[in-house]
């Protein structure tokens, strides 16, 4: 975990004007009648999202003008002649992404939600930039963008422990649990998976690249609570079929990492 990435700080400007912008008055007339894409483009946020993310005059069309922009309470608006194409998470090779079980990973596959946000979780600074995507009248639009604080929401305890798990070998090393439970596709039959335990060493030689101080996080709807005993952190290349699931445990009030996937293919 995810922007994807053209994001700006935080205290900057939200939005830049993009170079490559027509002046104000032919972008109005390219965006009355430039044409839609496909009806079926809009049937799930990950059908929409990538075309959003890609195609410039479409992100246009897509995005709500003025765009409310909300930093820490204090609310401004991006005219349509400032804002500068966003790539979201799409030029990363893997993207990242936050459940408190397992079962809530169905979020996912869901084909009746309306309400998407993505995110840039800036772990070093503990702060959050979250683009709120809504589907009104069949079409995704991108509705919002708030940039705050993620002290005191219901992941900040994880995300702090998750910073540092990524950042120190000897805090990792000691936050695994041993041996490790470890799930990947049977060599010789890619449809069947395989189930055993690997030591800590092993881990480390298998383990995917961990984010440092920046990591996505795409919330379909589910559900996050602080009092949860489980997180789980997947990490999805985009068209390359990379796909590895870390899943946490806490147990006395400290997470370890219990069980270790790798559904690469």
């Keep these: 975990m995810l922007l994807l990435c053209a994001s700006c700080g935080k205290g900057k ?16 007339t390219d965006w009355a009648e430039a044409p839609d894409t496909p009806d079926n483009l809009d049937g799930t946020f990950d059908d929409f999202v990538y075309t959003y ?20 309470g204090r609310r401004t608006s991006i005219p349509r002649s400032q804002w500068a194409h966003d790539a979201l998470y799409t030029e990363l090779e893997f993207y990242n992404m936050i459940f408190d079980s397992e079962a809530d990973m169905e979020y996912e596959k869901k084909t009746d939600v309306d309400s998407v946000y993505v995110a840039w979780l800036y772990l070093d600074r503990q702060e959050a930039r979250r683009y709120h995507f809504r589907r009104k009248g069949g079409q995704w639009m ?12 219901p992941n900040a305890d994880f995300l702090r422990f998750f910073h540092r798990f990524c950042n120190d070998s000897v805090y990792q090393r000691a936050h695994i ?5 470890f799930v990947t596709t049977d060599p010789d039959d890619d449809f069947k998976v395989m189930e055993a335990f690997i030591s800590v060493d092993q881990w480390f030689a298998f383990r995917p690249l961990l984010p440092k101080d920046k990591m996505t996080n795409i919330c379909y709807g589910q559900p996050y609570r602080a009092t949860s005993r489980e997180k789980v952190v997947t990490f999805r290349g985009i068209g390359s079929g990379y796909n590895n699931t870390l899943f946490f445990t806490r147990h006395d009030g400290s997470w370890r990492l219990s069980a270790f996937e790798d559904l690469s293919n």
């Design 13 to 28: 400007e939200p939005a830049r004007v993009d170079s490559a912008a027509a002046p104000a008055d032919s972008m109005q």
């Design 53 to 72: 993310a890609s195609d410039k005059q479409f992100q246009l069309r897509r995005t709500t003008f003025p765009l409310p922009f909300v930093q820490d």
């Design 142 to 153: 991108l509705e919002n963008i708030e940039e705050a604080s993620f002290k005191g929401s």
């Design 177 to 181: 649990k041993s041996p490790l439970k």
